[in-house]
C-alpha cells in the first residue's frame, strides 16, 4: 500500500498561469478530502468527495478553484489564473468511509509556490 | 457550536522528559477525537484515536490520550520524549455525522537536547 501520493511535490507558476494539483487515493478508499496549509491560516477544508460525487465545497474560493473526481483512483484541484497568495501546502487525504471514527490517511502534499 | 482549542502554541521540553499537549473540546454529543503529528515538511499522519470504550487510549511511538468527557478535554501524553518526536500536533475532533473535521490550531513541540 503506497498510502496517498500527491503530485508534483512542488510547482512553481507565475502569477496568472494555471496550476493542477493530482492526488491518488488509497484504493478502496472511498472518500477524499482537499485541504490547504499555510503558517497564517493553518490547515484549511477546502472540498470533500465520497463515492467521486462532490459532497461538500464550501471551503473553496469560489473563483479561480475546483476540484473533480473523475474516477476511484484520483481526484485533481485545479487552481486557474494562480495569485500569490495562493502559496501553500495543499494536502490531499482519504478515508475509508468519509469521517465518523474513520481515519483520515494523508499525502505528503504539493508546496505550490506563486511567483 | 463545534470546536477545538489547543491553548498552547508551542511547547518546549528536555529530551527524556515527560510530555503532555493539551486539547480542551466544545461539543454536545458523543465526540470522534484523533490526534495527528506532523514532521518537518511531511504530511499529517495519525498518532491515535478514541471513539469509545477505555478513556485512555494507546499510539504509536508510546503516545496517548486521555479522554475526558467531564473536562471536555483530550490531552496528549509521553513518558519520555526523544528528538525525533519534534513536530506540530493537532487534535481534531469529529462531529459524528457531520463530515467536517474540527481542526485544533497546532502544537509545535521543541525538544531540548
Known amino acids: 500500500n503506497a498510502g496517498v501520493i500527491q503530485t508534483p511535490r512542488h510547482k512553481v507558476t507565475g502569477k496568472g498561469q494555471e496550476a493542477t494539483l493530482w492526488c491518488e487515493p488509497i484504493s478502496g478508499h472511498s472518500a477524499v478530502f482537499w485541504y490547504r496549509q499555510t503558517i497564517v491560516q493553518g490547515l484549511e477544508f477546502l472540498t470533500y468527495?465520497?463515492?467521486?460525487?462532490?459532497?461538500?465545497d464550501s471551503g473553496m474560493p469560489k473563483e479561480r478553484f475546483s476540484a473533480q473526481m473523475p474516477n476511484q483512483s484520483h481526484s485533481t484541484l485545479k487552481i486557474q489564473s494562480t495569485q500569490p497568495q495562493d502559496s501553500a501546502v495543499y494536502l490531499c487525504a482519504s478515508s475509508l468511509e468519509g469521517l465518523g471514527e474513520n481515519t483520515l490517511y494523508f499525502g505528503a502534499g504539493t508546496r505550490l509556490s506563486v511567483l | 457550536a463545534q470546536s477545538v482549542t489547543q491553548p498552547d502554541a508551542r511547547v518546549t521540553v528536555s529530551e527524556g522528559a515527560s510530555l503532555q499537549l493539551r486539547c480542551k473540546y466544545s461539543y454536545s454529543g458523543t465526540p470522534y477525537l484523533f490526534w495527528y503529528v506532523q514532521y518537518p515538511r511531511q504530511g499529517l499522519q495519525l498518532l491515535l484515536k478514541y471513539y469509545s470504550g477505555d478513556p485512555v487510549v494507546q499510539g504509536v511511538n508510546g503516545f496517548e490520550a486521555e479522554f475526558s468527557k467531564s473536562n471536555s478535554s483530550f490531552h496528549l501524553r509521553k513518558a519520555s520524549v526523544h528528538w525525533s518526536d519534534s513536530a506540530v500536533y493537532f487534535c481534531?475532533?469529529?462531529?459524528?455525522?457531520?463530515?467536517?473535521?474540527?481542526w485544533g490550531s497546532g502544537t509545535k513541540l521543541i525538544i531540548k537536547p
Open positions: 468527495f465520497r463515492n467521486q460525487a462532490p459532497i461538500d
Open positions: 481534531v475532533l469529529s462531529a459524528g455525522s457531520n463530515y467536517q473535521l474540527i
